[in-house]
């Protein structure tokens, strides 16, 4: 065991490479039905997630994918309260979408609740199956759009600015941003009277894949590439070459990205530079603020703060322009 030191760590790092990811990813989501079997089904979920990230805390230390993206990049703190945020709001959501459905059927009384879209009869795994696909149809179109549109963009944008990846940034996100993907993906699942079991999993889903594409821990998924969002392939989502990063728009399962054509899998494990031509603020509040106004917009934009069309004297209507020193 001792001798031959270098070809077995090399070994046992290729295997470890090949074998993470499915055996977190599955085991998480193992012990998320463990945990929705439990008598506190949230409380036991966040230990599953608290668990899964720290496992991949370590994995960064162990085999970084990339050892510069370990060096700090002065985000943290704000990566922490744009997560702290959009998980409050997401989980107070969630608790809504708990109450409302229950409030709602004790209204209108269950059994003449006569819209028998959902395949309730259907064992459970496949009506998660089913939710995950039209969840993602929301999930793939608000963050298309949100790449292909500039008024969306300006609050998606916060998420791409980062120049390295790692396990804490996964929910950087703009809280407006959050709230329209989240939105967009469980309205129709509202309308077709999903139950709430099923809600819970594309949560969970959601929430594991998440943490796992950021991850910067050595990967080799080419096995699972092809259907679920491995974090190889968001890596180049996250590219700052525009053809590149404009792909691999699902968020758990690629399938709308095959679809519409936009999913991209080279050969190579993740492109050169991550980030926007933009700039965003450096600060929680300040980027929070930013794409309200019309100057933070620009900023975010990578455009002149000064439009070109106006001299420069306009401080004087210039209200809003305070934000970003804000
Ligand atoms: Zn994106
Ligand atoms: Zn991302």
């Known amino acids: 065991m001792q001798h031959d030191q270098e070809p077995s760590d090399t070994a046992a790092s290729y295997f470890l490479s090949l074998i993470w990811w499915p055996l977190l990813y599955f085991g998480a989501l193992l012990g998320a039905g463990m945990a929705f079997a439990s008598a506190a089904p949230l409380f036991w979920f966040n230990i599953v997630y608290a668990a899964l990230f720290l496992a991949i805390v370590a994995l960064e230390r ?42 709602m059927a004790t209204l209108t009384r269950a059994d003449d609740h006569a819209s028998h879209l959902w395949p309730t009869q259907w064992p459970l795994i496949a009506q998660v199956v089913l939710a995950l696909v039209i969840a ?5 179109w608000s963050h298309r759009i949100a790449h292909e549109n500039l008024f969306f963009w300006r609050f998606h944008a916060l998420h791409h600015s980062v120049v390295r990846l790692w396990v804490v940034n996964t929910g ?23 139950p709430l079991p099923v809600f819970l999993w594309v949560g969970a889903v959601t929430a594991i894949t998440g943490l796992l594409t950021h991850c910067n821990v050595e990967t080799r998924t080419a096995l699972f590439d092809p259907i679920f969002a491995t974090p190889k392939l968001h890596r180049w989502h996250h590219s700052k070459t ?9 968020e758990n399962i690629m399938v709308w990205d095959h679809v519409f054509g936009t999913y991209l899998n080279p050969a190579k494990a993740s492109p050169d530079r991550l980030g926007i031509s933009g700039k965003v603020a450096s600060d929680f509040l300040g980027q929070i603020a930013q794409p309200f106004s019309r100057k933070g917009a620009r900023q975010i934009l ?17 209200a809003v322009a305070r934000i970003s020193e804000a």
């Open 242 to 250: 525009l053809k590149e990063g404009n792909s691999n728009y699902c």
């Open 172 to 194: 950087r996100f703009h809280v407006i941003d959050s709230l329209i993907k989240m939105a967009l993906s469980q309205a129709p699942l509202y309308l077709l009277d999903a």
């Open 136 to 140: 993602e149809f929301g999930l793939y």
């Open 62 to 103: 162990l085999m970084p994918h990339r050892e510069e993206w370990l060096q700090h990049d002065g985000e943290t703190l704000n990566d922490i309260g744009h997560t702290l945020l959009t998980k409050g709001t997401a989980q107070l959501a969630v608790a809504a979408t708990a109450i409302a459905p229950m409030a």
């Open 302 to 318: 990578g455009r002149q703060t000064v439009p070109d069309d106006q001299v420069k004297p306009v401080e004087t209507s210039d």
